[in-house]
């Protein structure tokens, strides 16, 4: 019997960048009707080597080969026309088109004139089928992260690529959608179709591939069948030290009352209700998990209390004081930090520097500003003290926030929003994107915000990761509190009954 060869290698990639080394010659085989996880720490050069193979990088040295024969990719066209397509970390959809003209947008198979209702059925056809869920007609603008993900898998799916190489792609879903995600790439390679799953969650790498491939600084350092590891080692080879996947945590201590919500009401940006009746309270010294579906108003939530988006009835008090529908300048200096979802569009300014996205939050009073004048040399010394405390992977506190991995952003906006925090801290998938240990660092410094008297409002989508650091659960579904469990208490069926809408007192009669 043959051996199978291989659909895809990409054979000595190297590619350098201004005092970075991304890729130092790294090999990658990729098998038919296969799913390869690349594993790695932010700033491996995983995102780089996958943006070499769909054309937005060029390669320094090295090839890559399709079914054998050398192949060169100069554009993501050269790459559609092969049958490769990606779902980036970082969306690249047009926020002011529609679902359904992102979808087709660039097809020149496609009509001058394309009929657009029958790429609405189309679309929906694919929704159902794979079970992504999105209203073709919407705009982009108007949907949340969750949502605007669904889109970047159904183009891909629309487009008919037979290598999909999907970047962090379950990061902003359920445990449940993730599952479904699985079922989708089951369908793909049943038809003899592959793909390339980069994440940094262990479970999934476990359940969804065949190989595993580690990067380390660049270099390839393990190839692994993912049924002869376990996602033990696979951490050690990505860090290079033992990762605690459970940690400890002291009993929370909660003090005076920082956050009181009483029955807020928002609508989203269709003008459809978002937060309905939303009654919660944040004490000092606690951390309130936040669960539910992507696009049931977790997003809202976090707008409201952080001033950027107005509440249509209800009160949002801030250590006792009727603070709502304040300007977000307002709500900065009530003591209030965010880490919002969006890193990119909202959360960095990736034309800037690291050191003056580390200083946004500091700038206007000492030590960085004295009389009105920023201070060039303090925000230089308080941008290394950051870097060196969050470990930032970045050339110098000069580099552009852009040329950043994803995670080191993520690092940057938390080591800003962290230090400035006084009293809340609102936290939107603050692990979003990032590798094991800096999970573990990143859900170790909440706990220790926690420790130090500071209210922390979690919003995510992890479950794992909310019943591991929260101390209550507040469940939303379509914009209503279902429930707020215990988090010692919290079992994760019954949080995905709740996040479909049934509510924590019927289930406890029922139980």
């Not at 990409?10 to 009707?33: C, H, S, W, Y």
């Not at 900065?332 to 979802?341: C, M, T």
Request: net charge negative.
């Amino acid at each position: 019997m043959t051996e199978p060869q291989p659909i895809l290698e990409m054979r000595g990639i190297t590619k350098r960048f201004p005092g970075v080394l991304a890729n130092d010659q790294v090999d990658l085989e990729l098998f038919p009707g296969e799913v390869l996880a690349l594993l790695g720490e932010n700033g491996a050069g995983k995102s780089t080597l996958m943006n070499i193979l769909v054309g937005l990088y060029r390669q320094d040295e090295g090839e890559i080969l399709l079914r054998g024969e050398r192949v060169e990719i100069h554009s993501p066209r050269d790459a559609a026309a092969l049958g490769i397509g990606m779902v980036h970390q970082n969306f690249k959809l047009v926020e002011t088109m529609t679902v359904a003209e992102n979808i087709v947008l660039g097809m020149t198979e496609l009509p001058f004139i394309p009929d657009m209702q029958q790429v609405a059925r189309r679309i929906r056809e694919l929704s159902e089928r794979y079970h992504l869920q999105v209203d073709p007609n919407a705009y982009i603008w108007q949907l949340s992260v969750g949502e605007q993900q669904r889109v970047e898998i159904l183009k891909l799916i629309y487009r008919g690529a037979e290598i999909l190489i999907l970047d962090e792609p379950t990061a902003v879903l359920t445990p449940q959608e993730s599952q479904e995600l699985a079922g989708v790439l089951k369908l793909m390679t049943d038809e003899g179709k592959s793909a390339i799953f980069i994440t940094h969650k262990m479970e999934e790498v476990m359940t969804f591939s065949n190989w595993v491939r580690v990067l380390q600084q660049g270099r390839l350092v393990s190839v692994k069948r993912t049924a002869e590891t376990n996602p033990q080692e696979l951490a050690r080879l990505m860090v290079g030290r033992e990762v605690l996947f459970r940690l400890e945590k002291q009993p929370a201590q909660p003090g005076e009352v920082v956050l009181e919500l009483r029955d807020v009401h928002a609508e989203n940006n269709k003008g459809l209700p978002a937060l309905q009746g939303v009654s919660l309270t944040l004490r000092q010294g606690q951390i309130l998990g936040i669960a539910g579906v992507a696009g049931n108003g977790q997003r809202q939530l976090a707008e409201v209390i952080t001033g950027l988006r107005k509440a249509t009835q209800g009160e949002l008090l801030i250590n006792g004081q009727v603070i709502t529908n304040k300007q977000p300048l307002d709500m900065i200096r009530a003591g209030v930090s965010h880490i919002p979802a969006d890193r990119i569009g909202m959360g960095a300014v990736g034309n800037m520097a690291v050191a003056d996205n580390l200083a946004m939050k500091g700038y206007r009073k000492a030590p960085l500003t004295e009389r009105g004048i920023l201070r060039p040399q303090r925000i230089l010394k308080f941008a290394r003290e950051m870097i060196a405390a969050f470990r930032i992977a970045t050339p110098t506190p000069y580099t552009r926030v852009k040329f950043l991995s994803g995670g080191n952003i993520q690092k940057t906006i938390l080591a800003r929003e962290i230090d400035a925090c006084r009293d809340l801290l609102v936290a939107v998938y603050p692990s979003r994107g990032l590798d094991v240990g800096a999970t573990e660092a990143v859900r170790k410094m909440l706990l220790r915000e926690r420790d130090a008297g500071v209210a922390v409002l979690l919003i995510s989508e992890d479950l794992e990761e909310l019943i591991s650091v929260a101390d209550d659960i507040a469940v939303f579904f379509e914009g209503r509190v279902m429930g707020i469990v215990p988090a010692a208490e919290a079992d994760i069926d019954e949080l995905g009954l709740m996040m479909a809408g049934a509510e924590y007192a019927a289930l406890q009669e029922g139980a």
